[in-house]
């Protein structure tokens, strides 16, 4: 059975070790002229920036419903995620990409050498700490899902852009690394700046995936499969329901939306039939408390 992830601590994990990876890649950038490590420098500001909009967006999906927004602020999470994506697209990715391409056009020698494979080996530790953290929330939200299943069906896009962004750091440092100790080992600067190249494409293919589960949500995606299951079971074992012939659940954002068509048991009068359907509502409410709005139509056909 999955749990619920606690995504604003993943979200703390990864800011604090994306600022002090960034710190340190710059330095050695301008002080080796690594064009792998200046990549690697913009990709985590770029996550910096990414976790921090994360944050705005998980303080947004906190408003109260208005006229406006009968159904809260919950969706916004989803803009910010998106929005985030695209920053990992272009300032990450293409920005590397330009960068890598710049560098193989007009080579330099490294200075310091020693220094980038440090950094970038405080990189990886630093990183592997932050996806570690990720995990443990990633863990909890899964289940016994597969991680891939996980990705494809989740609903926290929040706890998506981290994992997808701590994934791609990690990788994206181990290119960076291999990239400046094959400069090293045969002097030729092109490999430092395929290794740029290497980066930023990795880091747009990641950011495609992200968007791409994001935009989903962002259209109006049900809740996820799991869950569904689980309303579905639950409303038919209500002693007050005959038979389920529709359940329809809408995902906003840390809340679920669910619309049942049902056939409820014989009422001796309206009152009775209002009782028993709102008996229902509530413990429905009472074992799913994600569920934050319940609409509910008694009917005798589908």
Not at 209 to 227: C, M, N
Request: proline share 4%.
């Amino acid at each position: 059975m999955a749990g619920k992830a606690d995504s604003l601590k993943t979200i703390f994990f990864a800011l604090g070790a994306n600022f002090a990876i960034f710190v340190s890649k710059l330095a050695a950038a301008l002080l080796t002229g690594s064009g792998s490590m200046f990549a690697e420098a913009i990709h985590s500001l770029a996550d910096c920036g990414n976790q921090g909009l994360l944050l705005w967006g998980l303080k947004r999906t906190q408003r109260a419903p208005s006229p406006d927004f009968p159904l809260g602020f919950g969706k916004a999470i989803y803009f910010w995620s998106f929005l985030v994506a695209l920053l990992l697209f272009s300032v990450g990715g293409m920005f590397s990409i330009y960068e890598g391409v710049h560098k193989l056009g007009h080579p330099e020698p490294l200075r310091w050498p020693w220094l980038a494979v440090g950094v970038l080996g405080f990189g990886l530790a630093a990183e592997g700490f932050s996806m570690w953290g990720c995990l443990r929330e990633v863990n909890k939200a899964r289940g016994d899902q597969g991680l891939w299943q996980w990705f494809r069906e989740s609903r926290q896009s929040e706890l998506i852009v981290v994992f997808g962004e701590d994934l791609a750091a990690l990788l994206g440092l181990g290119f960076a690394l291999g990239a400046v100790l094959l400069t090293m080992f045969t002097g030729d600067p092109a490999y430092d700046a395929i290794g740029g190249i290497v980066i930023g494409t990795l880091l747009v293919i990641v950011a495609l995936f992200v968007a791409k589960e994001i935009a989903d949500l962002l259209v109006g995606q049900s809740a996820d499969p799991q869950l569904r299951a689980q309303l579905l079971d639950f409303l038919t074992r209500q002693p007050e329901v005959r038979r389920v012939f529709s359940l329809i659940t809408l995902q906003l954002g840390p809340d679920v939306m669910v619309a049942v068509k049902a056939e409820m048991q014989d009422a001796p009068h309206a009152t009775a039939l209002v009782e028993a359907i709102n008996r229902v509502e509530a413990a429905l409410r009472a074992q799913f408390p994600e569920v934050r709005w319940s609409f509910f139509e008694p009917d005798v056909e589908d």
